[in-house]
């Protein structure tokens, strides 16, 4: 296993409610990033972390708010979502954030929002 | 900023032929250029990653070629096999910068037995 935990693996919420994508690395990296995956469209990068601190948030909307409480840890807080944004959330982490390192992905959180 | 163009969106083969996938990029700055496979239900891994100081790499079944004049590369696979049937996404990225992998729309990679 690639050592990125991801939970929950499936979630259905309603467009009012508020809840929280959890991602756990065991790799010792120092890099974590949430992508957002739809179908037949490139992989779309929300947000980068780098030692617990963000260092990239590509205008992704206030309803997703990420944190990062330690490097081993990120979280993804959703709230009054959009049927739009409906997906696969993977996240990711690597040795650091330059590009050019290998990402570990996790298994990803299904997404619906009803 | 880059961007990152993939084909075909979807490709089927016979067991034991040849697969092809091809991208192509438009910042002549990226340097690294990585593959992952994503199984149907599962993460994406990279399978071979390939840099701008050499023009091809083998792994097995799995090569990657890059052209850096035309700004494309390329995923082959030999002698394919069931297993192989997954989405392919290329990437590529400045390594020199800050700046994060852009990846591809993907490939959906069929075997036929």
């Known amino acids: 296993e690639t050592g990125v935990t991801q939970t929950p693996r499936h979630l259905v919420m309603g467009m009012t409610n508020k809840k929280s994508l959890k991602c756990e690395q065991h790799?010792?990296?120092?890099?974590m990033y949430w992508y957002k995956q739809s179908a037949k469209k490139p992989l779309e990068l929300m947000f980068v972390?780098?030692?617990?601190?963000?260092?990239e948030n590509n205008s992704v909307p206030s309803r997703f708010s990420p944190e990062c409480p330690n490097s081993s840890h990120l979280f993804l807080h959703l709230h009054t979502l959009q049927p739009e944004d409906s997906a696969l959330y993977l996240c990711?982490?690597?040795?650091?954030?330059?590009?050019?390192?290998?990402?570990?992905f996790g298994q990803g959180t299904r997404l619906t929002v009803v | 900023g880059e961007n990152v163009e993939q084909h075909p969106s979807t490709l089927s083969v016979q067991e034991g032929d040849s697969a092809v996938i091809k991208c192509t990029y438009s910042?002549?700055?990226?340097?690294?250029f990585p593959w992952y496979k994503q199984e149907l239900g599962k993460r994406p891994q990279l399978i071979i990653d390939?840099?701008?100081?050499?023009g091809e790499k083998k792994d097995q079944r799995i090569a990657v070629t890059l052209n850096k004049t035309a700004k494309h590369f390329s995923l082959h696979i030999t002698e394919t096999q069931p297993e192989d049937s997954a989405v392919y996404f290329c990437a590529a990225t400045d390594s020199g910068s800050a700046r994060q992998l852009t990846f591809g729309s993907g490939t959906q990679l069929t075997v036929l037995p």
């Open positions: 390939i840099r701008s100081n050499v």
């Open positions: 910042d002549s700055a990226s340097n690294y």
């Open positions: 790799l010792g990296h120092n890099a």
């Open positions: 990711a982490s690597s040795q650091d954030y330059r590009g050019n390192t290998e990402a570990f």
């Open positions: 972390y780098s030692l617990e601190e963000r260092v």
